[in-house]
């Protein structure tokens, strides 16, 4: 097993299957705030998912374009150790929300041609980690868990100087071949583990954990 993989189950809504995602040793589990997206979650609902997650399993709330009202509330009813923010947050958005609620950040980078890894130096100044997703297709309701893959051999080869995930259209079938390609160390998943849109399958989280970190 290789140890140093840490993987992320985003788009948890079921204690049944943010358990599955713990037993199976995923690093993060991840709850989106979003109402367009068939993972969105209420503050009560995420509460009660996110409290039984043990220490070491960092507790992630996923965000787009999210005002201080949306994120004071969000941050005083969830227990959280990282807000992951996937819209089009500005780098001087990102300090703001690192200074007002004192948790790292990760900040999504959407992916689609060579142009768009020009963001990555921008941010990496500011975030704690990185998110590199695939960017969504036109005509998409949401940001990002679209079950999508970019051109991995984008940023093949590439030297980072902060942490990142790669994210977008993973599965257990190729997400060692991804690993492989990129050099990622950290992986995110949603749809990729779900029998349908929101609906996450225990069995193909403990697939995609063992692939990643037995590959
Ligand atoms: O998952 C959502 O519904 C979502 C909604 C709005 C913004 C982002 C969203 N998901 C982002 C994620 O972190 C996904 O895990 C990532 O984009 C990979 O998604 P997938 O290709 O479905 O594995």
Sequence with gaps: MAKDIRVKICGLTAARDVSAA???GASYVGFVFFEKSPRNLGLEQAAA???PVPPGVAKVALTVDADDAALDALTAAVP???LQ???HETPERVREIKARYGLPVIKAIGVAEADDLAQIAIYARVADQLLIDAKPPKGATRPGGNALAFD???IAGRRWT???????GLVPENVAEAIKLTGAR???VSSGV???PGVKDPALIRAFIEAATCS
């Design 22 to 24: 713990v037993a199976a």
């Design 49 to 51: 998912l996110a409290l």
């Design 80 to 82: 959280l150790d990282f």
């Design 85 to 87: 923010l996937h819209g």
């Design 152 to 154: 991995w051999t984008l």
């Design 162 to 168: 902060l942490p990142w995930l790669l994210a977008g």
């Design 186 to 188: 950290q992986l995110d």
């Design 194 to 196: 779900e029998s349908a």
